[in-house]
């Protein structure tokens, strides 16, 4: 189980996780990893776009802790019907969303740990991040750093 940190823009209109931008980098890491996204399942911490106008664009906003409180239980929900065997948290906002805001995705990425609500959990990037890089030899070398952080989980999952 795949858990983002909220629906973009590209998602909000298709009613579906990660189909933009961000999606499309994931599909690729998830391919180069040995992972076929129809045998995992794909969510976000948050259910609903948060965002602001930006002329004719609408520009994500970073969710506060009462809409991530706020959602918390139907991630719960979907834990409980999906029963994952491993959950793996992409970004911050899915991580703080299992551990609590004091955990920091620079210092556990790609660990294997647990929490309350998963027993198996590999946080990592959100594949957004890879489009914020300054330059292609950055966004090379962390994606390269994603893929590795799938396949862990992907072994660790039993695949």
């Known amino acids: ?22 999606g499309n980098i994931m599909n690729r890491a998830l391919e180069e990893a040995g992972i076929d996204r129809k045998d995992i399942y794909i969510t976000n911490a948050v259910k609903h776009f948060k965002w602001e106008p930006r002329g004719k664009r609408r520009i994500h906003e970073k969710p506060n802790s009462r809409e991530i409180a706020a959602c918390r239980p139907w991630l719960e929900a979907e834990l409980q019907v ?43 990037i959100h594949p957004s991040s890879l489009l914020r890089q300054p330059d ?20 660790a999952a039993g695949g």
């Open 136 to 155: 292609e030899a950055s966004r090379a070398r962390e994606f390269k750093l994603f893929v590795a952080d799938l396949r862990t989980a992907l072994k």
């Open 82 to 124: 999906v029963k994952p065997k491993l959950v793996v948290c992409l970004g911050a906002t899915a991580a703080q969303t299992i551990f609590g805001p004091s955990f920091r995705v620079t210092r556990e990425r790609g660990k294997i740990l647990s929490s309350k609500v998963a027993a198996r959990v590999l946080a990592t």
């Open 1 to 22: 189980m795949l858990v983002g940190e909220q629906p973009g823009d590209y998602e909000d209109v298709a009613g579906k996780p990660f189909v933009g931008p961000a």
